[in-house]
């Protein structure tokens, strides 16, 4: 089924440990976007990509980087954990490459740094 | 710069009457889409509705129902027949511009239940 896959589904990690985020579209698609949710609060937009070009930048921490590979899926790294990074983390996609259609989320990464 | 705004932190709603959620925006660019999305207690965000700026006709998805008024920049949801399944957050979201991965931006969402 078409839909956006993400691992891990829950993370806990260490304060100043790194964590790395996978996102997998499928099928495969050419834009990719991660999105931060931190606990009752709205989505905030990270870094997209379009054919495997960073496309747009919000506001992403300088110890995060993200990367879309050639088989589209996406990598978003955390390094230097703090206890603010504890969020939920979504990867989206658009339907069909079309431009303002909806954007499919994945199921999300909840990650926990203790 | 895009802004979606939300002004019902909760909102409360009798199971099978009609509720509505407000969405008011800003932005610039004369091309845009305005979405909505449901994230239930399990954190899952599901989209429900789209609705272009160039579209005629006001979006409609099964009991979902977006408002559309663009000279007062609003696009509020509304949902027919509650469920006491529809409590959830619900997020209004706005995408501007027409470059492939262009962000959304969310509002702060609104808190809906349904009572039995």
């Known amino acids: 089924a078409a839909g956006v896959i993400q691992s891990p589904r829950h993370l806990i990690k260490e304060k100043r440990e790194t964590a790395t985020l996978k996102c997998y579209p499928i099928?495969?698609?050419?834009?990719v976007y991660w999105y931060q949710q931190g606990p009752g609060q709205d989505p905030q937009f990270l870094i997209s990509?379009?054919?495997?070009?960073?496309?747009d930048k919000g506001s992403i921490p300088d110890r995060f980087s993200a990367q879309q590979f050639s088989d589209y899926h996406s990598e978003l790294n955390m390094s230097s954990l703090e206890l603010g990074d504890s969020a939920l983390y979504f990867c989206a996609k658009d339907r069909d490459g079309r431009m303002n259609t909806e954007a499919f989320f994945g199921q999300g990464t909840r990650l926990t740094v203790v | 710069a895009q802004k979606i705004t939300q002004t019902q932190p909760g909102m409360f709603v009798q199971e099978k009457e009609a509720v509505t959620l407000d969405c008011t925006y800003d932005?610039?660019?004369?091309?845009?889409?305005l979405f909505w999305y449901k994230q239930p207690s399990s954190g899952e965000m599901i989209f429900l509705i789209y609705?272009?700026?160039?579209?005629?006709q006001n979006a409609t998805e099964g009991r979902y129902s977006l408002n559309f008024q663009k000279a007062r920049k609003s696009a509020n949801l509304v949902i027919s027949a509650s469920q006491l399944g529809d409590s959830a957050m619900y997020f209004c979201?706005?995408?501007?511009?027409?470059?492939?991965?262009?962000?959304?931006?969310f509002g702060e969402g609104t808190q809906l239940t349904v009572n039995p």
């Open positions: 099928p495969r698609h050419d834009t």
């Open positions: 979201a706005m995408r501007a511009g027409e470059t492939s991965g262009s962000r959304l931006t």
């Open positions: 932005t610039s660019d004369p091309s845009y889409g």
């Open positions: 990509f379009y054919e495997k070009m960073q496309s």
């Open positions: 609705q272009g700026s160039y579209d005629q």
